[in-house]
């Protein structure tokens, strides 16, 4: 299977000091999901500040890509790399930064915003915890909403709430199931517009499902699962 992607070259480092601009490869990838196949012998390179949409029509297709790619979920054959430098490791769960996979990971309802961010801090033994949190809270402005439960918040503001605490652990990649789902085309407009300028300062590779096409139709580098797979990009 072919896919179009592309390749940056700017090697600024993260802010904070995460690290070296980091490669994500994928090498003759095949996935199955009960019993039927959703993508064969992928091949693949993202690197630092590149956004991929992933749109499939079926949100449990496209979730299993994202486990997979996450280090959650072995592929039947092949194998998902992070390459940083000349060091090449497979990728793992430290490597990763996800928001919510919906019926499988969500953040815990009744925890405070600032104690979701803490609570992921201290998961992955952080350091700097402070600085790391008051950087996020500020990227994601949630100064104002710090105190309230996450099961209070609006839509926008939990999806907002759930990905800095995906990231305040500085993580190469960030992994978004179905970010749109219960957002207006308005909130939608207004949370990627913070997205994207994130994802390009801290060199993030975002990697996105979604089950709109406009959503999906946003981003440069895409793959679309509801067609034959002779004929994705």
Known sequence: MSMVHKSLTNTNKK?????????????????????????????????????????????????????????????????????????????????????????????????????????????????????????VMNDWDLEDIQKDRYVDLSPVNQLKASIAAALVHQPHILLLDHPELGLTDEEWSQFSSILQPIVQRDKLILILTTLRREVWNEYQTKMDLSIKKEDRL
Not at 111 to 126: D, I, S, T, W
């Open 15 to 135: 802010t904070l000091g995460v690290g070296d601009m980091c490669n994500l490869q994928i090498e003759e990838v095949t996935l199955h999901h009960h019993g039927d196949e959703i993508i064969a012998s992928w091949n693949a390179s993202f690197t630092g500040g590149d956004s991929v949409s992933i749109y499939s029509g079926k949100q449990i297709t496209s979730t299993a890509i994202l486990l997979m790619l996450g280090g959650y979920l072995k592929p039947e054959q092949g194998a998902v790399w992070l390459v940083e430098e000349e060091k090449k490791e497979p990728i793992t769960p430290e490597h990763i930064g996800i928001a919510s996979i919906h019926r499988i990971y969500e953040p815990i309802p009744y925890l405070l915003v600032e104690e979701m961010l803490l609570l992921q801090a201290n998961l992955f033994r952080a350091k700097k915890k402070k600085e790391l949190i008051e950087k």
